[in-house]
């Protein structure tokens, strides 16, 4: 059989002979690139998308040249020196494999799926992997508790996510047992749509006994990851996959955390994105009600019935939302990341450069057409908005 480590080889063997059989990576050369990209050391989140702004996609960034990469702003010559150097082959074709083995696929920050909540945060991965179907303008809230929860706090968090999904508003939780299990199972209870982030690869099932509830959120929802497939739940995995589930999700409902749990690392990222907090009050004699009260304390949104989150969601009604419907399905890629970064609250061209990874440059020229089409306003100090 045929075997090849890169899809460049391929391209040359087929200059001179035709195989009896192909690759994995010869159907999905795409994905390979963005494999390839990603497992390159030095290559964080921040740079890989500098580099495929800059060059346009993660294949002419592997076939640049050490003068051509110089060029790229911001790029340090061990950045460089990695891509230069660095053997990708192997991993990018097992990662290959495994998407056709799976069933899996990948949706990469410059096609219209990604979520464009998710674009707004400090370092959106490059891609996600996916079972299912991501929405990018879809609304969503997160839903995240104790592994441990009570009786109470399931039945809150089911009833809670089941009223979110009949409101239309898609629920977004980790699929670890307690809390995350009862709001996927909520939200699909109502006919709704539900969105699980995982800690792991998206063809590992964890935990053994959501097998059933995996099956069913790839059919009517999504299962996404940052991290490559056939990855174990590693405990170091699941702080950083928090930072998701709330730069997915419009605000983060918390129902039973601990003091120092997880659920309050994932409210903290939500603070840091600029996301709301939600908090359900729990029983002041429980360990499982202290980090709640302790978030309304801080000024969480107290939560008891639906009316309280939904009182609390951006929407805008009237020629204004049509406006901003019309508008969305038109951007490109790059300018649905730059649009996302606006709001009412004004913005420096130098920080949405920061904040979508690009030159100033190539900021100022998305900028002209985004208020060429009325899709957004500058203002006095190349300050821009939101209309």
């Not at 891609?127 to 179907?133: A, N």
Request: with cysteine.
């Amino acid at each position: 059989m045929w075997v090849t480590a890169s899809p460049f080889s391929v391209n040359r063997f087929y200059r001179t002979r035709r195989p009896v059989s192909k690759p994995a990576s010869f159907f999905i050369m795409e994905e390979y690139n963005w494999f390839a990209l990603k497992n390159v050391p030095r290559v964080g989140n921040v740079t890989f998308r500098r580099l495929v702004n800059h060059f346009g996609s993660p294949g002419r960034v592997l076939s640049a040249s050490e003068a051509e990469l110089s060029a790229v702003e911001g790029i340090h010559p061990s950045v460089i020196y990695s891509l230069l150097h660095h053997d990708y082959r192997q991993f990018a074709d097992n990662e290959c494999s495994l998407l056709l083995r799976t069933g899996a696929g990948i949706v990469t920050f410059r096609s219209r799926d990604f979520p464009c909540l998710l674009q707004q945060i400090h370092d959106p991965p490059p891609f996600l992997y996916v079972k299912g179907q991501l929405k990018s303008h879809e609304k969503t809230i997160s839903v995240v508790g104790s592994r441990r929860a009570s009786p109470y706090g399931i039945s809150t968090t089911s009833r809670l996510a089941r009223e979110l999904s009949d409101n239309g508003i898609a629920v977004v939780s980790g699929m670890a047992r307690g809390v995350d299990t009862a709001a996927h199972r909520g939200a699909l209870s109502g006919g709704g749509r539900s969105i699980g982030v995982l800690g792991c690869g998206v063809n590992v099932i964890y935990p053994a006994e959501n097998r059933s509830l995996f099956a069913e959120m790839a059919d009517k929802g999504a299962l996404v990851s940052e991290f490559p497939l056939g990855t174990k739940p590693l405990a170091e995995n699941f702080p950083r996959r928090n930072r998701i589930i709330s730069g997915i999700s419009t605000g983060v409902l918390v129902v039973e955390a601990a003091e120092g749990s997880g659920s309050l690392i994932t409210a903290q990222c939500a603070l840091e994105q600029g996301r709301d907090v939600y908090a359900v009050p729990g029983n002041v004699s429980s360990p499982l009600s202290r980090g709640t009260n302790l978030l309304i304390k801080q000024g969480a949104k107290l939560v008891e019935r639906i009316e309280d989150i939904l009182e609390e969601l951006p929407c805008r009604s009237g020629s204004a939302a049509r406006a901003s419907l019309s508008l969305a399905p038109c951007f490109s890629p790059l300018e649905a990341s730059v649009y996302s970064c606006l709001s009412q609250t004004p913005l420096h061209i130098d920080e949405i450069a920061a904040k979508c990874a690009l030159t100033a440059g190539d900021v100022s020229a998305i900028l002209l057409r985004l208020e060429l089409n009325g899709a957004i306003t500058q203002l006095p100090g190349k300050h821009f908005a939101t209309p």
